[in-house]
Every structure is written in C-alpha cells, then in structure tokens.
C-alpha cells in the first residue's frame, strides 16, 4: 500500500505513472468550475487569486476570501462543491492523513460503449481529477482522533459507485472493523455507476452489508452527506451511519428531482431534498456549516467512543 | 408486443379468412395452408435469438405471471401480514408466510396486478418507503423465528415520488439492505419479471439468485440509460444490450445461480411450465441451505457479496 501526506510537498520525481500524489492534486484545482456553467470557459482558466462568481448570490468574490472560508461564501453562505483534497485539508488534522488501497482502479467488465466509450470516460477522468477513482480512504486524525476516512469526489464521473468505489468504502468499513477505529465518510453522489451495470447496483448490498457488520460489532461510523448525495449512494451505506451530518443547501435524495417533478407533474417545492428539508422531515441529524464541521466531527467522536475509556 | 407485429398481423389476417366460406372460394384452403405454415416458420425465428430488449418486453408483458400466482400456484396456505407500523401498508409489496411443500418460508415479492384498478391501489408495482419498511419487518420476522425467506422481484423500481422522498425512500431501501445482508435464514431470491434498480435490491439478493429465461436485473431502466447517454428514451434497444441485464448475462458475471426456462414467446405462453420449473429451482436452492448451519448464513453471504465487482490494481 502506498501512502502520502497532505503536507508534503512533491517533487517531479515522486509522480507515479498511474498517480499524482496528494499534495500534488491541489495543482488540478484551476480546473474547477466556481462559476455557472457559460462562464465556466473564460474563468477556468485563469489561475489562483482571481475573482469568481458565487453561484448563491451571483456576487463576485475575490479567491483567497473564498478559500479562506472553506469555499462558503461570506456573503450568503453558500456552501461550494470541495474536491477530496480540499475536503481532506479541511476535515483532518494536518499531517495526518495515510491514504490505503490508492493504486484500485477501475476496469470496463461489460465493455460499455453506449455513449462514450466508459474505459476512456475512466481514464479523462483520471487525467482531469488527478484521483485513482471517486473516493479517497485512508487513517487520519480530525481534533486528536483516530479515524478511518473516506472522501467522494464528484468531479470523478459524478462521484458514481462502481466497482471501485464499492470495494473502497468496503475495505474502508473492514479496515475500521479489523483497527477499531471509528469511520467517517464524506459522500457526494450521483448514484451508482450505470457503465457497471449489475456489478455497480451490487455494489450497494456489498457496502451495506459491510456497514452493517460494522455497527454490529459496536464501531461508531459518522457520515457527512454533501451536494449531491442521490440514488445508490443515499439508499447502501451513506444513510447507515451511527449520525447523519449534512452540509447545509446539499440536494440529497433518492430520485433526482427532474424525475420526480416528471413522475408529479407538479413543480416541486422550494427546498425539496435540501439538507435541511431532511432535517425537517427526520431523515437526518444535524445540519453543520462547514466552517464548523471538523469541530463537529471531533466532538462526536468523542461521544461515541466514549464508552472504550 | 411491439416485435412481435409481424406475427400478429399473419394471425389477425389468418382468423379473418378462416370466417369465410372455403366451399365458395377453392383458393382458400392453399391460401390459409400457406399463411399458417408462414406463421409457423415466424414462430421459429422470432424467438430463436431474442434481444435483451425484446426480452425486457417479455418481462413486462401484462399477462406475465405474477407473484400472486406464483403465491397461489407454488404455496400453501398463506398468511399476508401488513403495514409497517410507522405510516401505512404498501399493497405494492407482498409480506407473509406460506408454505411451500411441507416447508413453511417468509415469502416477500414486489407486486403487480392485474387489471387497472389492482395496478393503481398497487402502484403498478413500485414500492413506496412504507413497502421497503414491511419488508424489512418480515426480514426481520423471518431471522427471529428461522423461517427462510423466498422474494419475488417484479418492480420497475422504487416511486420516484414526492412524498416517497418526504418519507425517506432511500433510507427504507438501505435498511432493507442492512436487514437482509444479516439475517441469519437462507435468502432465495427468484427474478420473475423485472429487477428493476435499488426497488428490486431492496428485497433482491441473498444466497441464492434464480432467474427466469426472460426476467431481467439493471441498474437502471434501459429507457432512462438512454435517456441519460443519448436524450433519447427511443435507444434503449441499444442500451438493454449494453447494460448486460439478461438472465444468461447474470450467470455469466457470477451473480445468478439458475436460470429457469420459459416457454417460446414468455411464461405467459405457459404458466404451468414456468411454475413446475421456479417449484423446482426454489426447492432445490432451499434444500441445499437447509443443511447450513444458520450463524455461519451471515458470513457466507457477506463473502458472496464481496467477491462482487471488477477492479485492477487490487
Ligand atoms: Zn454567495
């Protein structure tokens, strides 16, 4: 297993052919999209310290402001999409993070060529995101505390559970087990990973049933749902946590919401699968603003290994 | 249905001319000798190699056998239990207990109906939170008192409505996935129509998977698949093949275990074969866990599980 540090700086000779270390992804975020989407091509490629467009408010901010308050907004605190290197600075003591099982990939095992040919949609993806797949799991410490972490990147193909992402989170729930040692996921999703077919909805028992072993044997697994968490992912293991934390404005649900304004015919109400819809409607625990959020995360799980001392 | 026109218009043309009167015209007799001789070798044809999206078809077909006849042609006194003791009883899924010879099982299984008015109160099959709650209550049920537990799948997948969403469909369906990876009974489960996404899982893996010749298991709809990749719910001729959702396809990526045979054209053609052959499969699958010791169920399922999925660089 190779491992790597958010804080150490690379050097050219440290790249991998099939990787990028972690510290080095922070390079690839010039290729986000802080802006609506027709304004996408003139921003993004502009470097750091340039003034964006909050997609809340539609007001322009300077980077650093935004970077500086964890990508919310000052203005109207609208929390922006992190990528999993961002969310793992935020989230982890720094220094901290070892990631495991980094070298899984995924393969094309129904050869999926409906659309764009899925071992090259793989593979761009690997190329854009600089990430091996759609989650990132590793050991890491949040406020002094041993954890088990795993972080989704829906840059990676919407974040969709494959193959990959399955076995991930599973090993992630196993390497818990075998230490221990609490687990906390941060997911985002667009649901399973249709090129996958079959393999991809199994993928759901799979890390529901490794969820499951987990709470049996009493290891706390906290989960923090982030825009957008849907499908697949909300119904396996992201809903099976010991206490759901949603970020606040994240569109979690089963069903995306054009289907279900199509199944309807009705326009859908203001807030429908927000987090904090969820929260209303007893789904969830709490609602967190991020800038809180590793505070949170420490402080339950203090709480729920509170019994071990 | 809709690849089966050809066949039909031959047989619509062959009744009418079967009304007329063969002693006032001598043509007819060669004329009807030919056109059924014309349907005959259509017969052949049309169903020798059917696609994954004719297949789909056949699945869904109205006169499909349901899980209420499997209920009534495969079991014995039946017990339906309902609600989910949180808001209401979902008639989309069937719970209860029955007997299926001699052994008394926990059967579940999406439900359609028949006509019009059994379809609505039934929701055309697709469950709401409240189905995957009962279900889970059976589970449960089931792994307390160490009855197997046998679930039809026959859904096009979960409501994608507003209130199923208010009412936490997904969390329904991931308990529903906690429960049914640990009981500690046997798990057959038999796809007789459509496996439909997370609504089919729900109730849709266990230690055994039986499948019917036609039934098929996706991930997503072959329409909203091409929906998605192409804005066009029309290509899902293409997408049914990509997605691999077959019974044959099943066996070949090691998720389903039997396939049950069907007669040509669907089990509808024949429900009686269809029902000798899931009587057998079913009783062959429970007996062969019947003679597990039942705290080890848990964990060989999980191993089944985790076999599951392709990755390189493992
Ligand atoms: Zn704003």
């Known amino acids: 297993m190779r491992s790597a540090r958010l804080s150490e700086r690379p050097t050219p000779d440290d790249h991998e052919t099939d990787s990028m270390p972690i510290s080095d992804w922070f390079k690839a975020r010039e290729q986000r999209n802080y802006t609506t989407p027709t304004e996408a091509a003139t921003t993004s490629d502009l470097p750091d310290g340039v003034w964006v467009r909050c997609e809340g408010c539609k007001r322009t901010l300077y980077m650093g402001d935004l970077e500086r308050e964890l990508m919310v907004c000052p203005t109207c605190g609208r929390h922006h999409d992190l990528s999993a290197p961002e969310r793992l600075a935020m989230l982890l003591d720094e220094g901290s993070f070892e990631e495991v099982d980094a070298h899984l990939r995924s393969v094309d095992p129904l050869q999926f060529t409906s659309g764009k040919v899925y071992s090259e949609q793989v593979a761009a993806a690997v190329q854009r995101t600089g990430l091996g797949e759609a989650i990132v799991t590793g050991r890491a410490t949040i406020g002094g505390h041993r954890a088990i972490v795993g972080v989704m990147d829906f840059r990676f193909i919407g974040a969709s559970m494959g193959s990959v992402v399955g076995e991930k989170v599973t090993r992630a729930f196993e390497l818990a087990l075998a230490e221990r040692t609490p687990l906390v996921l941060v997911t985002a999703s667009g649901g399973a990973r249709m090129q996958e077919g079959m393999l991809s909805l199994m993928q759901m028992a799979k890390t529901a049933a490794a969820a499951t072993r987990l709470a049996a044997a009493g290891v706390p697994y906290i989960v923090v749902l982030t825009n957008p968490t849907m499908g697949g992912v909300t119904a396996s293991f992201a809903t099976l946590g010991d206490v759901l934390i949603a970020e606040p404005g994240a569109l979690i649900g089963f069903a995306g919401p054009r289907l279900v304004e199509q199944t309807i015919r009705k326009s859908l109400p203001k807030g429908f699968q927000s987090s904090e819809f969820l929260l209303e409607h007893g789904m969830i625990d709490m609602v967190v603003d991020r800038r809180e959020l590793k505070d949170r995360v420490a402080l339950l799980l203090s709480y729920l290994t509170a019994g071990d001392e | ?314």
């Not at chain 2, 609505?120 to 009962?134: A, D, L, M, Q, T």
């Not at chain 2, 096009?156 to 500690?184: K, M, N, T, W």
């Not at chain 2, 003679?291 to 985790?306: F, H, I, K």
């Open chain 2, 1 to 314: 249905m809709e690849f089966e026109r050809p066949l039909d218009e031959l047989e619509d043309k062959l009744a009418s001319l079967k009304h007329l009167d063969v002693s006032e015209q001598p043509d007819l007799a060669a004329e009807i000798a030919g056109l059924e001789a014309e349907i005959a070798r259509l017969h052949e044809t049309l169903y020798a190699e059917l696609t994954p999206w004719e297949r789909v078809q056949i699945a869904r077909h109205p006169e499909r056998p349901k899980t209420d006849d499997y209920l009534q042609a495969l079991f014995t006194d039946v017990v339906e239990v309902h609600g989910d003791r949180l808001f209401g009883d979902d008639e989309s899924v069937f719970a209860g207990f029955a007997t299926l010879q001699g052994r008394k099982v926990a059967v579940l299984g999406h439900r359609k109906g028949k006509n019009t008015t059994e379809n609505v109160r039934r929701n055309f099959g697709s469950p709401h939170p409240e189905g995957f709650r009962k279900a889970e209550r059976l589970m449960h049920l089931a792994d307390r008192f160490g009855m197997p537990i046998v679930s039809f799948l026959d859904t096009a997948g979960a409501y994608p409505g507003l209130d199923d969403e208010d009412r936490g469909q997904a969390l329904a369906i991931a308990d529903c996935l906690a429960a049914l990876s640990s009981v500690r009974v046997p798990v057959v489960v038999v796809g007789i129509g459509e496996g439909g996404s997370g609504g089919a899982l729900a109730i849709g893996f266990g230690d055994r998977l039986i499948m019917l010749e036609n039934a098929y298991y996706s991930v997503i709809s072959p329409e909203m698949c091409a929906t998605i990749l192409h804005k066009d719910a029309r290509r899902a001729s293409e997408t049914s093949a990509c997605l691999q959702l077959t019974a044959d396809d099943l066996v070949r990526l090691g998720l389903a275990d039997a396939v049950v045979a069907e007669p040509r054209g669907g089990a509808h053609r024949d429900p009686e074969m269809v029902f000798d052959g899931v009587r057998t499969a079913l009783s062959a699958a429970l007996e062969s866990l019947s003679a597990v010791d039942r705290a080890t169920l848990p964990d060989t399922r999980y191993e089944r599980l985790r076999r599951i999925g392709e990755v390189a660089g493992g």
